[in-house]
Each structure stands twice: as structure tokens, then as C-alpha cells.
């Protein structure tokens, strides 16, 4: 190696600032950034007349690191649209090198190494010298030579099940009696390693075949939104084998500055994830945006995958625009999947959102049974979506680990940082609130009460109503192997009112959890009147009514005064303004019900409509004569129409094939500036077409063409987003044949 020049002294006298005399090395959070490993490391001078050619020398490295070679098939990586290899930890793989002349044992020395990031250190899992052993151990690095011919060998090498998960630098030692001689860095030996789900030593290891395939390998997802009542739902890509998204969810790390050596630990990486997933304080992956205005960007409904985020993320280094709960959700999905950690969207329908985590969302009206919009200031969102990641929980006591509740939606702060989890499922069935992380938090947005509270004019409040089951009551997520629904609400939470239930929620308070106090209020005797309604199912710009049902269960005479407010809301929960208030009098005779219409018009709703087309619709009475208040509140989300997909003709891989989407326009308005994505994971990248208009009742088609990459069943994911109209998607499922062979 040659002198260095004054001037790399100098760069090397100087201390980073990250050093400042408290460290040796500084912190090493790049998978990216790395050194040179220098190709002599000579022990002494060399003799005049000694050429280390004479010696071992690799000519070669072969990684078979083909779709079809043995590595990716057996590792489960054959799916990745990469050339390189790409391998789980705790299992073997194999390679084989070429060397000058035949490999004598006797004589020859040589070991493999494995180097990740700047200042590779072995006790800190960044350098790794796998030697040559008899038999492969299970726990540790080891190299057994398995095939050996003229001047090549094959080996099997096992790798830690506890090792670093990232791309790492393959080198070829050999040593000489003057030093180690070593191959030079050569990109194309470059080795991903993956956590391993089918490996039982490793932390994320998931023993049923099913799972592994529906939550590791499956790169298609269904989000649940919409309401309790209705039930909506919508494919994602979450294409974590296509091009770019392996390394695009590696920057992600690097970006979290989190360091290499805990790069091995699922709990390390699912938090810094959740944080650097949302852009809230770290210029992380997706901005997030509530307020129906997108000029800047793209309207969250209008996304049918993950990839063009991660990979717009990757190339800009700038927050993506924009996203809400499922795109937080389905891109923090990508991740996990394409670094080998099972995981799964959830979503919980009425979803708490409560600021200080003391179970109860307070609702207040005044004398007359209307809702006072400035005493109440918890929100109750239609639905949310989290992500659930499998890993052990050695941190907790046994019994806590499997799924585990991580959220990269900006809520709350925790620890300095807009995240969530890992939190325990199986800690907030049971209320074990005090184990970490943020189970307090998931644990209210599942198990609050509704409290309705009457504000009177003196300052007295009275407690009315408390409703205990409305919150946290629908938690769905795929059902494995179809796009179905599976109702996971009982690994939340005991059924309502029984032993397993309450003592569930005493040991929540016992852990610190709050209930809070009602010194200040006074609680009225309930009464034998019953109220309830329903909303008509209605498409999206037509009238429907609101049906109030009152059931008189006592031998008196009533009369009520009853007022019903509608809402347009954000799915959050969150009110923008009133579009309906309506007063009737109803006259309730003794043990009879009374039923009351009221008529909501679209004239009335249309013009202010969010993204979601979510009502929300409230409806108090006050007794005349007892002046009891009774309160009810429900969301209501319109039909929205569908587009419609058509693939004519053969459908084989390699040949061209036609996709066709179409839309009518059902409005009584033009829609104009209206962006059409067509998204098919392994059939085409995702592409988009802007429609400049189109005019009432009219037809819009588009015809897009494409190569299919894979064979089998796929599926094809369509949007339509405009101002005027959002969450407008359509899907297709077909299968492709695979190219006949010749």
C-alpha cells in the first residue's frame, strides 16, 4: 500500500465531531457508507524473490444467487426482483469459489468474511470471519467445505440466527506465512440477510406454513375501512419483492440513524420504524394530511400500493405527500414483510382517540340536548389502522410475545417521537398496561367508555349516559389465504361484561392507567324510555332517511323534544361543519314505540362532502317532564360507485396483454382534473392517466398495455381521485398462464 500523502494525515487527525473524546469509533448507523478493507495485510517484509502469486489465490466467487438457484429457493427469496443473493439468517446457503490451483487442507488457509458498514468490529456483529468447520452448528457462523473438484470447492455456510439484517460486503481471506492476502470488493458477491420466520432459533420464527406464506410472502393486502355498519374494503400492494423496495426499506434504517448492531432485533426495528415510517418530527417516509386538501401532492385515497411511495422516499430523501392511517399502515407493512418480520394490517372500528389515556371520552350537551362542540374534545375516529409485527418479547415476562401492536400514524408522542409500540396484545387483553411500549395508549383506543355528560348553566354537570361497548368494537384483519375478514377483537379484549373483562380493566388501573375523576359531577336516575336509530344504506348523491325509533317502557305519558344534528366529519372523528339540524316533538304513549322520519336531502350534503363521504349523525331527546336527556350518535359512509376492470384476450407471461378500465360518472356534475392509477403487482408498474373532464353520466375508458411477469393467480388494483369524488377504487383477479415451452 502506498505512503499516504500530508493530506490524508490530516483528514485523519481530524477527530468527527461525533466523536468528542467520549467514543473510539463513531456511531455506525449506515448499511450504506462503508471503508476499505485493504487487499494485503502483510505481518512483516516480504523476501526479495517471493511472489505471493505462488500462493492460494481466489480467482472466483459464485453466490447461484438465481431465481431458480438453490439459495433463493430454499431461503424463500426467490420472489425478489434482484440480482443479487439474498438469504434468511440461521440457515445455510452455499457458494462456491474458484481458486488458482486445487485447495490443499494441509497447506491452505482460508476463511470468509463478512463485513456491514463503516469500522467493522466482531463484538459488534459488523465483522464476521466464518471458518471452516467439520459440522454446521446451529447458533453460529460456520463455513463446511461439501463439494470439492480440479481448482474449485462448494461450501455450506451457516449464519447466526441472531445476525445483523442488512446488505453485507463477502470477502475471501487467505493466509500466507507474510500476512492475509484478501480478494478486492467486488459488488456483485454483495449478500442480503433477512430475518428468518421459518427458522426456530430466530426471534421472529412463526411455526404454521400458512402464516409464513400469507404474512411474509404474500405481496397483496386488503385494508378494512368504511363503518361498524358497513364494512368497506380495498386491495394494497404492498410489493415487497419489486424492484428497489429491498434496499428503499434498508435506507429506512440508515434514515432512523439506528445503529448496526441492533439491526438484528425485530423490537429495535419495529419501533424505529413506527417513527420513521410518518414525517411528523423526522422528515420521515409519508406526510400526513387531514384536511381534504392535497394541491401538493397526492390525495391519500388515490394510492393503490406502497411501492412508488418507498421508492420516491429513496431517490428524493424527502417526505412522500400524502397519507392517512391505511397508507401509514399498508407502507409500514411493505417493510416488515420485505425484511423478513411477519406482519399484518388490523383496523379497529370506533377507534378512541384519547389524549391522556384515561379510558373515557367525554361528550357534553347543554340543557336543551344539543351537543356542545367546545366542552367536548375527544374524537372517536370511524376506523384506524395499525400494523401487527410477530416477534418473542424477551424484555417482557413470558407469554407476551407473538403479535405485538406497532402504529406509524402521527398520534401522540412517545419518547420524544410521533410512534407506537411494540405493545403486547396479549399485555392489553390482560391489562398489563405497564409493560412497554405505549400500551396505555393502544389499550384506551380499544377499552374507553363514552360518557354523555349535561352541562347545566350553573356549572353542574350531570353524568346521563355511559356507554361501555361502542369503542373498540369490531378489530378485523385478512383472513389468511382469501380476502375475507377475520374478526380478531377477542385478542383485544374479554367480552363485555364479564369476570375476565373487568378484572382486565382493574389491572389496567392498577398499572396507572386513569379513570377520571367525578367529584364534580352528579349522576340522574335512569329512565324507562328508550331511544335508538338507523341510517338508509344510500349511493353517494341521493336522498335517504334517518329512522328514530322511541320505546316507551312505562305506564306514564311522555313528550319529548328531539333534535337531530348532521355532520360532515373526517373519517377521524373530527367535525367540519353541520349541514342538517332538525327539532320535532314526538308524543310517547304508554308501553309503545313511536317512529320518526327525517329526510336528508343530497343538495344538502353534497356540496360539502369529504374524501370518505362520512356523516356522522347525532340525535338527543329531552323528557319534557323529567327533563332526562336521552343521546345517541352514529356514522353513516355513502356507497361510492366502482371502476371497473377488463382484461380481454390471453393472458400468458412475457406476452402482451390489454387491460381496460372504465367509470361512469353518476354525479348530476361534471368531474373535472380527475387521476386514474392502475397498479398489478408482478402484471405492471404502476401507472397513472389524467382525465381532464368528464362530463355527467359519460363513460371514461382507458386501455393500458402490458408484459406480465408472473405466473398464477394476480390481481390488478385500480383508483379514480378528483375533488369532487375520492375513494373510488376497482379490482380485478385473474391468472396467468405461464409461456408454453417451445
Not at 448507523?29 to 489465490?57: W, Y
Not at 399498508?330 to 382517540?353: K, M, Q
Not at 325509533?549 to 373526517?570: D, M, P, Q, W
Amino acid at each position: 500500500m502506498s505512503e499516504p500523502t500530508h493530506t490524508d494525515k490530516e483528514k485523519k487527525n481530524t477527530i468527527p465531531p461525533s466523536l468528542s473524546g467520549r467514543r473510539a469509533l463513531p456511531p455506525n448507523i449506515s448499511n450504506a457508507e462503508e471503508d476499505e478493507v485493504p487487499v494485503m495485510e502483510m505481518t512483516g517484509l516480504v523476501p526479495r524473490g517471493v511472489n505471493l502469486k505462488d500462493f492460494l489465490e481466489v480467482k472466483e466467487v459464485h453466490l447461484f444467487k438465481g431465481d431458480r438457484d438453490v439459495n433463493k429457493q430454499e431461503h424463500h427469496t426467490d420472489k425478489y426482483y434482484h440480482p443479487k443473493l439474498i438469504v434468511r439468517r440461521g440457515q445455510s446457503f452455499h457458494i462456491q469459489i474458484d481458486f488458482n490451483r486445487p485447495y490443499n487442507p494441509e497447506k491452505d488457509q482460508f476463511w470468509v468474511e463478512y463485513l456491514i458498514g463503516r469500522y467493522p468490529q466482531q463484538n459488534k456483529g459488523t465483522y464476521i470471519p466464518v471458518p471452516l468447520v467439520e459440522e454446521l452448528q446451529s447458533r453460529t457462523w460456520g463455513a463446511k467445505i461439501t463439494w470439492k473438484e480440479d481448482s474449485s470447492i462448494r461450501l455450506s455456510i451457516m449464519s447466526a440466527p441472531t445476525c445483523i439484517v442488512g446488505k453485507f460486503r463477502l470477502y475471501v481471506a487467505v493466509l500466507t506465512p507474510y500476512g492475509i492476502l484478501r480478494t478486492t470488493r467486488n459488488p456483485e458477491t454483495d449478500t442480503y440477510i433477512l430475518f428468518n420466520p421459518w427458522c426456530q432459533e430466530d426471534s421472529v420464527f412463526l411455526d404454521d406454513e400458512k402464516e409464513r406464506e400469507e404474512y411474509v410472502l404474500n405481496d397483496l393486502g386488503v385494508v378494512f375501512h368504511g363503518d361498524i355498519n358497513n364494512i368497506k374494503c380495498r386491495s394494497w400492494n404492498y410489493g415487497q419483492f419489486e424492484e428497489g423496495i429491498l434496499d428503499a426499506c434498508l435506507h429506512l434504517m440508515d434514515r432512523a440513524k439506528l445503529d448496526l448492531s441492533g439491526r438484528g432485533n425485530p423490537i429495535k426495528i419495529s419501533r424505529v420504524g413506527s417513527a420513521v415510517i410518518n414525517a411528523k418530527d423526522d422528515e420521515g417516509v409519508v406526510a400526513g394530511s387531514w384536511d381534504n386538501i392535497y394541491a401538493y401532492g397526492v390525495a391519500p385515497s388515490a394510492w393503490t400500493g406502497s411501492v412508488d411511495i418507498l421508492l420516491e422516499y429513496h431517490s428524493s430523501g424527502m417526505p412522500v405527500r400524502y397519507g392517512q392511517c391505511w397508507v401509514f399502515a399498508g407502507v409500514f407493512n411493505t417493510f416488515l414483510r420485505c425484511i423478513g418480520i411477519p406482519g399484518r394490517i388490523v383496523t379497529n372500528y370506533s377507534s378512541a382517540h384519547d389524549n391522556d389515556a384515561n379510558l373515557q371520552l367525554d361528550v357534553f350537551v347543554d340543557e336543551e340536548g344539543k351537543m356542545d362542540s367546545k366542552l367536548t374534545k375527544d374524537s372517536i375516529w370511524n376506523y384506524h389502522c395499525w400494523n401487527e409485527a410477530w416477534m418473542t418479547r424477551p424484555d417482557l415476562p413470558v407469554g407476551f410475545g407473538g403479535w405485538q401492536v406497532v402504529d406509524s400514524t402521527p398520534q401522540e408522542n412517545s419518547d420524544g417521537m410521533y410512534r407506537c409500540g411494540p405493545a403486547s396484545v396479549q399485555a392489553i387483553k390482560h391489562g398489563h398496561v405497564c409493560f412497554q411500549f405505549d400500551a396505555p395508549f393502544v389499550f384506551a383506543e380499544v377499552n374507553s367508555d363514552i360518557v354523555y355528560t349535561k352541562a347545566m348553566k350553573d356549572g353542574t354537570r350531570v353524568t346521563e349516559h355511559i356507554d361501555k361497548t361502542h369503542i373498540g368494537k369490531l378489530i378485523l384483519t385478512k383472513e389468511i389465504g382469501s380476502d375475507g375478514t377475520k374478526d380478531i377483537t377477542e385478542q383485544y379484549k374479554f367480552q363485555e361484561g364479564t369476570e375476565e373483562e373487568r378484572l382486565a380493566l382493574e389491572t389496567a388501573l392498577m398499572y396507572g392507567v386513569k379513570k377520571k375523576a367525578t367529584q364534580d359531577t352528579m349522576e340522574e336516575a335512569g329512565t324507562n324510555v328508550d331511544m335508538d336509530f338507523q341510517v338508509e344504506n344510500a349511493t353517494l348523491g341521493s336522498d335517504f332517511k334517518v329512522t328514530v325509533t322511541f320505546r316507551n317502557n312505562s305506564r306514564n305519558h311522555y313528550t319529548a323534544t328531539a333534535y337531530l344534528s348532521g355532520n360532515i366529519v373526517f373519517y377521524t372523528g373530527v367535525m367540519k361543519n353541520e349541514f342538517k339540524s332538525h327539532t320535532f316533538d314526538v308524543t310517547l304513549e304508554p308501553l309503545a314505540s313511536k317512529i320518526s322520519e327525517v329526510l336528508i336531502k343530497s343538495k344538502e350534503y353534497m356540496s360539502q362532502l369529504l374524501e370518505q363521504a362520512s356523516l356522522h349523525f347525532f340525535v338527543t331527546a329531552r323528557l319534557n317532564e323529567t327533563k332526562k336527556i336521552l343521546a345517541k350518535q352514529k356514522t353513516s359512509v355513502l356507497q361510492i360507485p366502482k371502476l371497473h376492470i377488463k382484461v380481454p384476450g390471453e393472458k400468458i407471461v412475457g406476452k402482451e396483454m390489454s387491460v381496460i378500465v372504465e367509470f361512469t360518472n353518476p354525479l348530476n356534475q361534471k368531474l373535472v382534473n380527475v387521476l386514474v392509477r392502475l397498479d398489478g403487482p408482478g402484471l405492471l408498474k404502476t401507472t397513472s392517466k389524467m382525465f381532464r373532464e368528464i362530463p355527467k353520466n359519460s363513460t371514461l375508458t382507458w386501455e393500458e398495455k402490458c408484459f406480465p411477469r408472473q405466473a398464477g393467480i394476480r390481481k390488478l388494483i385500480a383508483s379514480l381521485n378528483c375533488d369532487a369524488l375520492r375513494h373510488v377504487y376497482g379490482e380485478l383477479d385473474l391468472e396467468v398462464e405461464r409461456k408454453p415451452l417451445v
